[in-house]
């Protein structure tokens, strides 16, 4: 049972252009959601996070949408570059006394920026 | 993350034979994770720790077994390896007080055989 579902599995984007992931949770209890980014070879590294008590984080040109009422959030990666072909996860997580930050993660994003 | 080191990096191994993971890192947390990629799946949690005496089973920890040597020292072990164990398994620590921000090591690609 997959508590996090993530779409889509790859895609492709221009130089320039917009790349948006989207992910689904279902667990309410849920109130801490990371965007990790990995090379191959290399571990996932964390990109940007959001807390639901706000419904967009910027950072460069990575940006979060969150909405709670959907259980849903997402990434959008503006003006993509060829660096930013990687693999990208969701994952969710309840708080850090609760849970002790056990994080969920969806199924990965496999993007690929063609110059 | 050079500060959470996992060896081997790729091993190759047979059905049945015994295989140890380990990681260890020096970002002084007190948390650490073991977790394990598959393709479509993302990452799935096997075990983790909150300190020396905490070990907790993941989603997934069947065929598996942990040991916490010390705050900076967290082993994986397949006791008996079977073919659907190939994977890229990971090792993650966090702060676990003030970040939520988990760090990962390079990855450890078993092939079992």
């Known amino acids: 049972q997959q508590q996090v579902k993530q779409s889509p599995q790859s895609l492709i984007v221009q130089k320039g252009g917009i790349s948006i992931i989207n992910c689904a949770y279902e667990?309410?209890?849920?109130?801490?959601f990371p965007w990790y980014q990995q090379f191959p070879g290399k571990g996932p590294a964390l990109l940007i996070a959001i807390r639901p008590d706000v419904s967009e984080k910027k950072e460069g040109r990575f940006t979060i949408s969150f909405n709670k009422s959907a259980k849903q959030f997402s990434l959008h990666i503006m003006d993509s570059q060829p660096g930013d072909s990687a693999t990208y996860f969701c994952?969710?997580?309840?708080?850090?006394?609760?849970?002790?930050?056990?994080?969920?993660f969806g199924g990965g994003t496999r993007v690929l920026v063609k110059p | 993350d050079a500060d959470v080191t996992q060896t081997p990096r790729n091993r190759i191994t047979k059905t049945g034979k015994r295989i140890m993971l380990e990681c260890s890192q020096t970002?002084?947390?007190?948390?650490m994770y073991w977790y394990r990629q598959d393709p479509g799946l993302g990452l799935q949690l096997i075990y983790y720790s909150f300190d020396v005496k905490d070990i907790n089973k993941g989603e997934i920890s069947d065929g598996y077994s942990v040991s916490r040597q010390a705050q900076a020292k967290f082993s994986l072990s397949l006791e008996s390896a079977i073919p659907n164990q190939t994977a890229l398994y990971f090792c993650?620590?966090?702060?676990?007080?003030?970040?939520?921000?988990?760090?990962f090591g390079p990855g450890t690609r078993l092939t079992v055989l």
């Open positions: 993650a620590t966090s702060d676990g007080h003030r970040s939520d921000t988990q760090y």
């Open positions: 970002k002084g947390h007190d948390r």
């Open positions: 994952a969710a997580s309840g708080s850090l006394r609760a849970a002790g930050n056990k994080l969920t």
């Open positions: 667990n309410t209890a849920f109130d801490y």
